[in-house]
């Protein structure tokens, strides 16, 4: 048997514009892509002589064990294409916040398709490790790089960028569910404004920064803030308290926010409306990315 235990990081959208609707129902996306150090924990233990059959435990934060889950199906995918004589059993840990827009699910899936890549040898190309990740959810290709990246497309189409400055940056989580599919049908028209210039420098080749320097927006922020009003407070108390910028993740429900002075949990947890759940994180380059996704015990 191969046992292997592996970081699943989440993500932010440092910068996130919807640039037009698809005829597949999708919408086209320009977003900056962060990975940070919350990340969820998986234990894979494959088992040889087997049929490509995945099993998944998971532990904590409301997530299916079902054929749902994406873990599992990027198991499935993988296996059913390339390794079908071994079967895998999951083992989760959440802590990435579920329907935060940090990205969880995907980056599980890619981590699986990664682990198994590494363990069972590269049969699987590049190009169509991507393919399959693509297929299991737009957010998916992402987490096979890591760091900071350009996204296109429905976001799947990935540029890799020069890392940023590894920040503290603070994560915001209130009691509210958004689901995503009524956010981007709330869309109006779309009035598609130029990227920040920081963001085109930075797109183009240009030296990384901080990342609190980068000017960035949400398209689906204000329809969010809109319909969640808890959303909007947690907004406004993070603004009374210093925080800049603020800005909600993919749909929410999360917002990340970076405090140039120091801040406690407890302090920032005092002003919030009750029930968020605060985290303090760091942005990760795609070097620390890397090196630490598997777990060495
Ligand atoms: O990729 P995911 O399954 O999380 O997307 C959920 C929903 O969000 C999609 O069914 C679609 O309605 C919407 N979406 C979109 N354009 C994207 C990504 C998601 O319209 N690029």
Same mark, same amino acid.
């Given at each position: 048997?191969?046992?292997?235990?592996?970081?699943?990081?989440?993500?932010?959208?440092?910068?996130?514009?919807?640039?037009? /609707?698809?005829?597949? +129902?999708?919408?086209? &996306?320009?977003?900056?892509?962060?990975?940070?150090? $919350? =990340?969820?924990? !998986?234990?894979?233990?494959?088992?040889?002589?087997?049929?490509?059959?995945?099993?998944?435990?998971?532990?904590?934060?409301?997530?299916?064990?079902?054929?749902?889950?994406? /873990?599992?199906?990027? +198991?499935?995918?993988? &296996?059913?294409?390339?390794?079908?004589?071994?079967? $895998? =059993?999951?083992? !989760?840990?959440?802590?990435?916040?579920?329907?935060?827009?940090?990205?969880?699910?995907?980056?599980?899936?890619?981590?699986?398709?990664?682990?198994?890549?590494?363990?069972?040898?590269?049969?699987?190309?590049?190009?169509? &490790?991507?393919?399959?990740?693509?297929?299991?959810?737009a957010d998916v290709p992402f987490f096979l790089y890591g760091g900071t990246a350009w996204a296109t497309g429905r976001g799947d189409v990935i540029k890799p960028l020069g890392d940023l400055d590894e920040q503290e940056v603070w994560?915001?989580?209130?009691?509210?569910?958004?689901?995503?599919?009524?956010?981007?049908?709330?869309?109006?028209?779309?009035?598609?404004?130029?990227?920040?210039?920081?963001?085109?420098?930075?797109?183009?080749?240009?030296?990384?920064?901080?990342?609190?320097?980068?000017?960035?927006?949400?398209?689906?922020?204000?329809?969010?803030?809109?319909?969640?009003?808890?959303?909007?407070?947690?907004?406004?108390?993070?603004?009374?308290?210093?925080?800049?910028?603020?800005?909600?993740?993919?749909?929410?429900?999360?917002?990340?926010?970076?405090?140039?002075?120091?801040?406690?949990?407890?302090?920032?947890?005092?002003?919030?409306?009750?029930?968020?759940?605060?985290?303090?994180?760091?942005?990760?380059?795609?070097?620390?990315?890397?090196?630490?996704?598997?777990?060495?015990?």
């Open positions: 048997m191969k046992i292997l235990r592996c970081r699943s990081y989440a993500k932010l959208n440092l910068h996130l514009q919807v640039v037009g /609707a698809r005829p597949d +129902g999708y919408h086209e &996306l320009q977003t900056l892509f962060q990975t940070i150090e $919350l =990340h969820d924990t !998986l234990t894979l233990r494959l088992r040889p002589e087997g049929t490509g059959r995945v099993s998944i435990v998971v532990e904590g934060g409301g997530v299916p064990a079902d054929e749902r889950n994406l /873990a599992a199906r990027a +198991g499935r995918a993988y &296996l059913n294409r390339w390794s079908p004589q071994w079967d $895998l =059993h999951i083992d !989760l840990e959440k802590r990435i916040p579920v329907g935060g827009g940090l990205g969880g699910g995907s980056s599980n899936a890619a981590t699986v398709l990664w682990a198994l890549q590494e363990q069972l040898g590269s049969p699987a190309s590049p190009e169509d &490790l991507e393919a399959v990740a693509r297929e299991l959810g994560l915001i989580t209130p009691p509210v569910e958004v689901p995503t599919a009524e956010v981007f049908g709330r869309l109006g028209e779309l009035t598609v404004q130029p990227a920040p210039s920081s963001i085109v420098r930075l797109v183009q080749g240009g030296a990384g920064g901080r990342v609190d320097r980068l000017e960035g927006w949400n398209d689906l922020e204000p329809i969010a803030l809109q319909h969640y009003p808890v959303l909007r407070d947690v907004r406004t108390a993070l603004l009374a308290v210093g925080a800049a910028p603020v800005r909600l993740s993919g749909s929410g429900a999360t917002l990340f926010a970076f405090f140039r002075s120091p801040m406690s949990v407890e302090a920032l947890s005092g002003r919030l409306p009750v029930g968020c759940r605060v985290a303090r994180s760091r942005t990760l380059s795609r070097a620390s990315f890397l090196a630490g996704r598997l777990i060495d015990d």
